[in-house]
């Protein structure tokens, strides 16, 4: 069974420009996760979908970042316009989904930085 | 909200001795506790978790014990090998609400 695939996996950017992530989920798994990583941090939740309804963005930074995940499965990030401080990995994760169904796998992440 | 504490942030053993990684969190509601090994360059990998109804769980040489009282839960690995380096994170769930990670430790295992 394939893992979560995301592409790209390295980006370089200068700041005011607009970036794109996209996450392919586990086949069969409901609920999307982007998270973004900060050197040396844990992961932090950026938004959570459950099939096309995003669920959880409470922590997502509205005025520059935007999500989609139109047919709920494949989904997009995008930061417009990017900022220096947004330099980071951006991971998605994916879970089945569900009552019960805890268990999130994470992809290989994209590493942005913006100069 | 959720706040996870891990300790140590690093922490070197000699290949073949134990490692243990501590975490504690503060939502008492929490019931969800995975552990993660990332690898440099690569994305977490989940590699073994304890739900709060369960006070220990082990697979093979790693293990995790849970203290739903004191609200901390630890990672022990045993029999430590080379590959075993790399940065654990642990992290704690409420219900289908999002994970809260701690902020890693970083094994080094030497031979």
């Known amino acids: 069974e394939a893992g979560v695939v995301q592409s790209p996996r390295y980006k370089i950017i200068e700041k005011k420009q607009p970036v794109a992530f996209w996450c392919n989920p586990i086949?069969?798994?409901?609920?999307l996760y982007w998270y973004r990583q900060n050197l040396g941090q844990g992961p932090e939740l950026l938004i959570r979908?459950?099939?096309?309804?995003?669920?959880?963005d409470s922590q997502l930074p509205k005025d520059r970042f935007s999500a989609e995940r139109l047919k709920g499965v494949d989904s997009t990030l995008k930061i417009q316009p990017a900022e220096l401080g947004d330099s980071a990995v951006y991971l998605c994760?994916?879970?089945?989904?569900?009552?019960?169904?805890?268990?999130?796998?994470f992809g290989p992440g994209t590493r942005l930085t913006v100069t | 909200g959720e706040n996870v504490e891990q300790h140590p942030s690093t922490l070197s053993v000699q290949e073949g001795d134990s490692a243990v990684i501590k975490c504690t969190y503060s939502?008492?509601?929490?019931?969800?506790f995975p552990w993660y090994k990332q690898e440099l360059g690569k994305g977490p990998q989940l590699i073994i978790d304890?739900?709060?109804?369960?006070g220990e769980k082990k697979d093979q040489r790693i293990a995790v014990t849970l203290n739903k009282t004191a609200k901390h839960f630890s990672l022990h690995i045993t029999e430590t090998q080379p590959e075993d380096s790399a940065v654990y994170f642990c992290?704690?769930?409420?219900?289908?609400?999002?994970?809260?990670f701690g902020t890693g430790t970083r094994l080094t295992i030497i031979p």
């Open positions: 304890i739900r709060s109804n369960v």
């Open positions: 939502d008492s509601a929490s019931n969800y």
């Open positions: 994760a994916s879970s089945r989904g569900g009552g019960g169904t805890l268990e999130q796998y």
């Open positions: 086949s069969g798994h409901n609920t």
């Open positions: 992290a704690a769930q409420f219900g289908n609400e999002k994970l809260t």
């Open positions: 979908y459950e099939n096309e309804e995003a669920v959880d």
